[in-house]
Nanobody, 115 residues
Framework: QVQLVESGGGLVQAGGSLGLSCIAT????????MSWYRQIAGGNRELVAS???????NIVTSAEGRFTIWRDNGKNTVSLQMNSLRPEDTAVYYC?????????WGQGTQVTVSS
């Protein structure tokens, strides 16, 4: 079982920046593929960014050039830097860890972007 704890959400004006961080309780963090998802009220959870155990990254088109994902295996953390935020980025952001078909989720952190 992996526990994930997110931090860093909040309220920001459009055009501003926020950084999210997720810390995982596991001894094999480096083996996990890590991702950030988001979910708006009443909507589906959607992938925002991912970073594999090989450090290969993927950012969804709507966030390309604005969001950056990275991981620190020494600290068991995955981070998401979000710049040039837009009102449509408003959502609950979830950290996800995946390994061999097992999926783990954090509790989520709210990001609100005001126009």
């Amino acid at each position: 079982q992996v526990q994930l704890v997110e931090s860093g959400g909040g309220l920001v004006q459009a055009g501003g920046s926020l950084g999210l961080s997720c810390i995982a309780t596991t001894n094999i963090f480096s083996a996990y593929d890590m991702s950030w998802y988001r979910q708006i009220a009443g909507g589906n959870r959607e992938l925002v960014a991912s970073i594999g155990s090989n450090h290969r990254t993927n950012i969804v088109t709507s966030a390309e050039g604005r969001f950056t994902i990275w991981r620190d295996n020494g600290k068991n953390t995955v981070s998401l830097q979000m710049n040039s935020l837009r009102p449509e980025d408003t959502a609950v952001y979830y950290c996800n860890a995946r390994l061999r078909g097992n999926n783990y989720w954090g509790q989520g952190t709210q990001v609100t972007v005001s126009s």
